[in-house]
C-alpha cells in the first residue's frame, strides 16, 4: 500500500465526481486518442485540473515533469527545428567564445517584461544606462527601469521600423551597461550589431525581445538561436497579442545555462532549488503561471498551422493595401520573407482622425508610444524631442490593423475598404 504524502499547499479546488467525471474522463479519453473536435487548450487546462495529486505543485516549484519545466524543453526543441547551421553568425559567435557547440538554455517568466528585468539584474545592470528603441511597446523601457538602469533611447529604419545600428553606434558610451533590441515581425540582421560591439571592443548583453518575431527566421535562425554579447539573452512572450499565445507568460532563451539558472532564481523570490536554504539572488515574484504554460504546450503543436494563417493574412492585407501603398497613401512595412508578422504596420497621415472613424465601422487599430517624447521621461531622464527625428516623424503615423487567425479575407477586404474610403 502506497504511503500517503502530505503536501505543505493544496489549492481548494473541487474535482469532478459522478455523472460530470464520467463526461471528464470521455473528454479527456478522446484528446488522449487525438479524436477530439477542437478545444485542444480547454482540454489541456481540464487535464492539468483533474490530477490532484499534482495540484500543489501549481505555480509553486518548477517541478520536473510539470508543465512549466517541460514548457522550457519543449521551447528549445521547437527552436532547434529550425535549420539554421547555415547562419554566418552561429560560426562566428562559436569561434568568439570558443563553443564546440551553440547549446540553448530556457525558462519561463511571467511576462516578456519581468523577463527583461530578470535577464538585466542577472547581468548586474542594476545601473547604468541601457540602449534600446524609442517607438516601442512600453514593457521595454519600463523593464530597463525596473532594473535600476537608465533607457538611453536611439532611432529606428523608416522602413523597417527596427533599431538603427548608426543610431545605436553613436550612442554607446562608457556608461552602457546593455542594449535590449527589438525584433518587430522579423528577425534583424545582428551582424551589423556584432560588428559594433567588435569595433567598440565592449562585451556588454544583447538583449534581444523576440516577442513579435516568434517564428521568424533570418537566413534560417530564429531569434535566439545564438545570443550576442556577454550573457545575452532571447525574451519571446505569449501574451494575448502574439503569435503563440498562453493568455500570458513568457520565455527566457541563453546560450549560458548558469544564467538560466540565474534569471530562474530570480523569478522565485531569489530561491536556489539545488540549495534551498540558501537565497543566489533578490528576485520577485516572477515566475509563470502552469495554465499559461499548459495553453502555450498546446499552441507549440500547431505552430505551423498558426504561423502559415498568418503568412496568408499578410498576403491579403499586401494585396489590398497595394494600390494606397504605390500611390504613396500609406507605407507598408518593410519585412523580410522570411518573417511571421505579429502586429501588421502601416503609416498613415492622421492616424487618430482615421482612428476615430473606423472605430464607428467596428475596426479597432493600434499604436505605440514614442517614449522619449512622454512628459515623465523628459523630466525624469532629460530627454528632447528633435533627438529622433525618425521615430518622431513616424510617431503620429505608425498603425497596426486587426490581425489574428479568427480573420478571413473577406474580413481583411472589409478593413482595407472602409481605409481606403478615409484615405
Request: hydrophobic residues 40%.
Amino acid at each position: 500500500m502506497m504511503k500517503s504524502i502530505y503536501t505543505l499547499i493544496r489549492p481548494s479546488f473541487d474535482m469532478p465526481q459522478g455523472k460530470t467525471r464520467d463526461l471528464v474522463d470521455k473528454l479527456l479519453e478522446l484528446r488522449e486518442k487525438k479524436k477530439n473536435e477542437g478545444a485542444d487548450e480547454l482540454l489541456a487546462i481540464v487535464d492539468l485540473l483533474t490530477h490532484g495529486e499534482d495540484l500543489h505543485n501549481i505555480n509553486y516549484l518548477p517541478v520536473e515533469g510539470g508543465a512549466v519545466s517541460r514548457l522550457s524543453q519543449e521551447f528549445i526543441a521547437f527552436l532547434c527545428s529550425f535549420k539554421s547551421d547555415s547562419n554566418p553568425l552561429i560560426n562566428r559567435i562559436g569561434n568568439k567564445y570558443g563553443w564546440k557547440n551553440v547549446e540553448l538554455a530556457a525558462c519561463t517568466v511571467q511576462s516578456a517584461t519581468a523577463a527583461i528585468t530578470a535577464s538585466l539584474i542577472a547581468n548586474g545592470v542594476t545601473s547604468g544606462e541601457v540602449i534600446t528603441t524609442s517607438l516601442n511597446f512600453l514593457g521595454v523601457p519600463n523593464a530597463i527601469i525596473l532594473a535600476g538602469a537608465t533607457p538611453k533611447f536611439v532611432d529606428i529604419g523608416p522602413y523597417d521600423l527596427c533599431m538603427d545600428p548608426n543610431s545605436l553606434e553613436k550612442m554607446i558610451s562608457r556608461k552602457t551597461r546593455a542594449i535590449v533590441l527589438v525584433h518587430f515581425n522579423q528577425v534583424v540582421d545582428l551582424m551589423p550589431i556584432e560588428d559594433i560591439l567588435e569595433k567598440k571592443g565592449i562585451d556588454i548583453p544583447v538583449i534581444q525581445d523576440a516577442s513579435l518575431a516568434i517564428g521568424s527566421t533570418d537566413r534560417s535562425m530564429p531569434a535566439g538561436a545564438v545570443n550576442l554579447g556577454k550573457s545575452g539573452t532571447t525574451v519571446y512572450s505569449f501574451a494575448t497579442s502574439k503569435s503563440l499565445s498562453g493568455l500570458g507568460g513568457a520565455a527566457v532563451v541563453a546560450n549560458d545555462r548558469s544564467l538560466i539558472e540565474r534569471i530562474q532564481s530570480i523569478t522565485y523570490q531569489g530561491m536556489q532549488f539545488l540549495n534551498p536554504d540558501e537565497l543566489l539572488s533578490f528576485g520577485g515574484n516572477f515566475k509563470m503561471n502552469d495554465l499559461n504554460a499548459t495553453i502555450i504546450l498546446e499552441q507549440l503543436k500547431k505552430s505551423e498551422t498558426i504561423f502559415e494563417k498568418r503568412r496568408m493574412l499578410k498576403s491579403w492585407y499586401d494585396r489590398e493595401l497595394e494600390y494606397l501603398a504605390k500611390a504613396g497613401k500609406i507605407v507598408i512595412q518593410k519585412v523580410s520573407e522570411e518573417s511571421v508578422v505579429t502586429h501588421y504596420a502601416i503609416l498613415i497621415p492622421d492616424r487618430k482622425a482615421v482612428a476615430h472613424k473606423l472605430l464607428q465601422k467596428g475596426i479597432e487599430i493600434g499604436f505605440w508610444h514614442t517614449t522619449h517624447l512622454q512628459k515623465i521621461y523628459q523630466k525624469r531622464f532629460g530627454t528632447k524631442a528633435g533627438s529622433l527625428p525618425v521615430s518622431e516623424s513616424l510617431a503620429p503615423c505608425i498603425t497596426f490593423l486587426p490581425f489574428h487567425t479568427k480573420l478571413e479575407e473577406k474580413d481583411v477586404s472589409f478593413i482595407c475598404n472602409e481605409i481606403k474610403k478615409l484615405i
